[in-house]
């Protein structure tokens, strides 16, 4: 069973930065594609970035410049760095990760930034 575990979340002030890591019980080089998901209260879960295996890189327009995705396949870890936060970035962020043809997802982290 594929785990993943996300860290670094929390609280913090308007623009600042936090960084989000999330490990996998397996390598991130087999994962086809790997991102990140948030979900404000009363809101849909949107996504905010993901990477492909073979390198593409997308983020959502209300998050670029701001934020960067990377991943670390000796740690088998995939980050998320965020920059100058906002209060609408607040929600719980989850890491995603599709691996042989299932979706996995992580328990979910608590991002909450206040003006």
């Known amino acids: 069973q594929v785990q993943l575990v996300e860290s670094g979340g929390g609280q913090v002030q308007f623009g600042g930065s936090l960084r989000l890591s999330c490990a996998a019980s397996t390598s991130t080089f087999s994962f086809v594609v790997m991102g990140w998901f948030r979900q404000a209260p009363g809101k849909r879960r949107e996504l905010v970035a993901y990477?492909?295996?073979?390198?593409?890189?997308y983020y959502a327009d209300s998050v670029k410049g701001r934020f960067t995705i990377s991943r670390d396949n000796a740690k088998n870890t995939v980050y998320l760095q965020m920059n100058s936060l906002k209060p609408e970035d607040t929600a719980v962020y989850y890491c995603?990760?599709?691996?042989?043809?299932?979706?996995?997802w992580g328990q979910g982290i608590q991002v909450t930034v206040s003006s």
């Open positions: 995603h990760g599709n691996y042989q043809m299932r979706d996995y």
């Open positions: 990477m492909e295996s073979v390198g593409t890189i």
